[in-house]
């Protein structure tokens, strides 16, 4: 996986601060890294372990709980190396290897959210043809999209990069492998790879916000003219959660990638990236769960059923 011209063969990661009073404060990422997994894993099982959460909504909340732990593990481990080694080493081929998965993870991430809006917009603006718009069989198709997005968007980045010849300079200013940091060790003019970068960034976050934009207006629309207080409340609930996970979401990502390297220093970019690798991956499943009556009481029974058991 290292390009025939290159000479590089390992990278080093400059991880998050190069300050060593700072480092033990940020290993508290661990305690994050924690929650992340605890969090994600715990909804995950619980989906699979309570049949009436056997619906459109919790098949891709389970997906995204899968996309998050998934994702979140091909980071941090490598992160809070650097806290803890003088050198945070990694191989060109495992760097290609972390900036496939993240890419494919984060990619996919989008575009479950996307998928996610829609139904929801599905079982409240038109909750009479739920059943038979989001059957099984299109589910399916909408998971299988959401994944085959994310292979081909990963693809094209790490293709990208593989195509680069690095000479010398191997210490990239970053706790990951990601695209820019990357593009700045080049040997190579980096334009066309900047220029498939923004193009690839703008489909896979410009799709499913305009997705997200359209069926979120019309939710809010639908939640307006309920007549019933309970429902619009439970209906206003659902909309919050999914805005504010989305907020963090697209808000973090477009501010780090539709912007040039010359704009944005990759300090900064460093701090945007936490948000979208580490806090929002940890607060997915707090958002879902403490806002969700369904996974509340789904919770307290296999709860009950463990103490009764």
């Known amino acids: 996986m290292v390009s025939k011209n290159s ?5 080093i990661l400059a991880g998050l601060t190069d300050q ?9 990422f661990l305690d994050f890294y924690l929650i992340t997994v605890l969090g994600n ?22 997906n995204l709980s899968l996309i998050d732990l998934s994702y979140s593990t091909t980071i941090t481990p490598k992160m809070l190396m650097s806290f803890i080694s003088k050198k945070n080493i990694i191989l060109h081929a495992g760097c290609m290897t972390q900036l496939f998965f993240f890419c494919f993870f984060v990619i996919s991430e989008s575009f479950i959210l996307s998928a996610m809006a829609y139904d929801r917009y599905v079982a409240i603006c038109i909750p009479l ?46 706790f990951m492998c990601d695209i820019f940091p990357i593009l700045e060790l080049s040997c190579n003019s980096t ?48 909309y919050s959660s999914h805005m504010i996970v989305v907020s963090l979401f697209f808000g973090s990502g477009a501010f780090v990638y539709l912007k040039p390297p010359s704009v944005l220093p990759l300090g900064k970019g460093k701090v945007s990236s936490l948000f979208y ?28 059923r463990k103490i009764f058991s």
């Not at 000479?7 to 990278?11: A, C, K, L, Q």
């Not at 715990?42 to 309570?50: E, K, T, Y």
């Not at 629309?221 to 609930?237: N, V």
């Open 20 to 28: 060593p009073e700072l480092q033990m404060p940020l290993f508290l």
């Open 191 to 238: 334009y066309a790879n900047q220029l498939v970068v923004f193009m690839v960034v703008a489909i896979d976050i410009g799709i499913p916000i305009v997705t997200i934009f359209i069926s979120y207006a019309l939710i809010l629309s639908s939640i307006l003219h309920i007549r019933s207080t309970e429902g619009r409340s439970k209906a206003f609930s659902t």
């Open 277 to 304: 690798t580490i806090v929002e991956p940890m607060l997915n499943p707090l958002i879902y769960s403490l806002r969700n009556k369904d996974v509340k009481i789904a919770l307290r029974k296999t709860w009950g």
């Open 129 to 174: 043809v739920y059943t038979i718009t989001m059957s099984p069989q299109v589910c399916s198709l909408l998971l299988l999209g959401v994944y085959g997005m994310g292979f081909a968007g990963a693809a094209v980045h790490t293709g990208s990069i593989m195509s680069l010849t690095f000479c010398s300079d191997n210490l990239i200013n970053h």
């Open 41 to 62: 894993l715990g909804l995950i099982i619980l989906i699979a372990l309570n049949s009436h959460l056997h619906t459109p909504m919790y098949f891709f909340l389970f």
């Open 7 to 11: 000479s590089v063969t390992e990278f």
